[in-house]
């Protein structure tokens, strides 16, 4: 079904603002309102970062993955930072999404849509509003959109300005990102441009250039016969992040002259978050009147009761591509928790894109005091993912991951079979840990494995 032939419908009683008269939670407090006013003023007259051309793409692409047609890869750093908005950072992330996405590709024999963890993800949900360390108590750090790491008073202030340098640091990501992409770095005749420089010696990575190779070869066969294939000269990467700060998110809200409605043009895709998908919340009224695709992420204690009233309030029309469900139960947890969900939105006949995020559910801390995810747990969650969606006769479509394309060590496990001492060596991020290059190809052969009807 095509995106475009749905009927648009305004949201009743909605504007860009109408979020505000609801409960926001994880919001910072700041403390000067006019402050804060003149940097939102700002915001609002600065160029978007992304076009509703694109964002109506998207959404086609994803009522695509809803059929089956296409399968979606989705990740990137749990928060990005401004400190890491450099060159090889983004490029290394980039090159991890497209390995993963050409194994997925060629193994599942579909295209795959890529959509990162990047250009706009800022902003932090915490457990709680401040911190407190030797008895001096801060507010809690809420990514660099809002405020700085460091345990000082000014660093922990809430500064509006931090939204202006926030939409300047996803543009420069936004612009290095489609600049490689159009500049061919994304051409598969040169997969080799892909390789990061520090997994040279990797088991998997020699699977995976036996792989690419073997891709390489084909095509040089086919252009032999049909001549240059264009399709094979650059991919499509599309962004998403964590839409949390509503103030933000309201700046970038725009209508534009050939679309209805009004676009977030902040990112193509942002979603909800676990602790703001609170039915009568601000976030819920803020995604319903926006006419961008839309993600939630669903937790455990998610009932089919809550779960059917707010697929109604975020897609009334029931339009194709307009709602993901991501997933995030824990390994321990899924069994139990997803059945029901799919039972409840196949019985409605509900229309959705089923993703599996298997990360947040199984965040742990070891005894040396670091937060990690164990890699076994990872898998496990997303192979349980796939046997669940098969007894229930729905569709797994895509994966949200968090990873980088640095060399870290942050989940356990995995090819190096990673330990609780290996996390000291390379340790690096300041929020969740991230999958590193080895972990995301063996899940992306996983993925491959289990939608193929193996045993993973
Ligand atoms: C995240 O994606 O980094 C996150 C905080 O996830 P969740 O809302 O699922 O806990
Ligand atoms: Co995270």
Same mark, same amino acid.
């Given at each position: ?6 009927? =648009?419908?305004? /949201?009743?009683?909605?504007?860009? *603002? ?9 919001? %910072? ?27 109506? /793409? ?9 059929? $089956? ?74 990514? !660099? ?36 992409? *159009?500049? $061919? ?41 049909? $001549? ?28 534009? &002259? ?13 979603? @909800? ?6 039915? *009568? ?16 992420? #669903?937790?455990?204690?998610?009932? %089919? !009761?809550?779960?059917?009233?707010? @697929? *109604?309030?975020?897609? &009334?029309?029931?339009? &194709? ?48 005091? =670091? ?16 046997? #669940?969606? /098969? ?6 479509? $895509? ?15 995995? /090819? ?15 929020? !969740? ?24």
């Amino acid at each position: 079904m095509n995106v475009a032939s749905t009927p =648009f419908h305004e /949201a009743a009683g909605w504007s860009p *603002d109408s979020w505000q008269r609801r409960t926001a939670l994880q919001q %910072p407090q700041y403390a000067d309102a006019a402050e804060l006013a003149r940097a939102t003023a700002q915001l609002a007259r600065l160029p978007p970062l992304v076009t509703s051309w694109e964002v109506l /793409a998207l959404k086609q692409a994803l009522a695509e993955a809803q059929e $089956g047609r296409r399968f979606l890869l989705q990740g990137g750093d749990c928060a990005e930072s401004f400190a890491d908005c450099t060159s090889p950072i983004i490029s290394n992330r980039l090159k991890v999404l497209l390995q993963m996405s050409l194994v997925l590709v060629h193994g599942l024999k579909k295209p795959v849509l890529r959509v990162g963890r990047f250009a706009g993800q800022y902003a932090k949900p915490r457990s709680a509003d401040t911190e407190t360390r030797d008895g001096v108590t801060l507010p809690s750090f809420r990514g !660099d959109l809002v405020n700085s790491p460091e345990f000082t008073p000014e660093a922990r202030r809430a500064d509006p300005q931090r939204l202006i340098q926030a939409h300047a640091h996803s543009a420069l990501t936004m612009n290095f990102v489609r600049a490689l992409i *159009d500049g $061919g770095f994304a051409d598969l005749h040169h997969p080799e441009y892909w390789d990061l420089a520090w997994v040279e010696h990797s088991p998997l990575a020699a699977e995976y250039r036996r792989m690419v190779a073997g891709i390489g070869d084909s095509l040089r066969f086919m252009e032999t016969l049909a $001549g240059p294939i264009a399709g094979f000269t650059r991919v499509d990467f599309f962004t998403s992040h964590e839409a949390l700060l509503l103030h933000y998110e309201q700046a970038l809200t725009r209508q534009v &002259p050939r679309h209805k409605g009004w676009f977030n043009l902040s990112t193509h895709f942002p979603w @909800i978050g676990m602790r703001t998908a609170a039915l *009568d919340g601000a976030h819920v009224e803020y995604f319903r009147g926006i006419r961008n695709p839309v993600a939630v992420k #669903i937790g455990p204690s998610v009932t %089919p !009761d809550q779960l059917l009233p707010l @697929i *109604d309030a975020l897609n &009334p029309d029931e339009e &194709p591509g307009r709602l993901t469900l991501i997933t995030r139960m824990g390994n321990a947890k899924i069994a139990q928790a997803l059945p029901p969900l799919l039972e409840a939105v196949r019985r409605e006949g509900r229309r959705v894109l089923w993703v599996a995020d298997p990360m947040h559910g199984n965040t742990e801390s070891t005894s040396n005091g =670091f937060k990690t995810r164990r890699f076994d747990n990872i898998r496990g969650e997303l192979d349980q993912a796939f046997d #669940i969606h /098969a007894a229930a006769g729905t569709r797994l479509g $895509g994966v949200h991951l968090e990873l980088t394309g640095e060399n870290v060590t942050e989940c356990m496990g995995g /090819a190096r079979d990673l330990s609780e001492l290996d996390l000291e060596r390379a340790y690096k991020s300041t929020v !969740d840990p991230r999958l590193n290059y080895e972990q995301s190809l063996e899940l992306a052969m996983l993925i491959v494995r289990k939608s193929a009807g193996g045993q993973g």
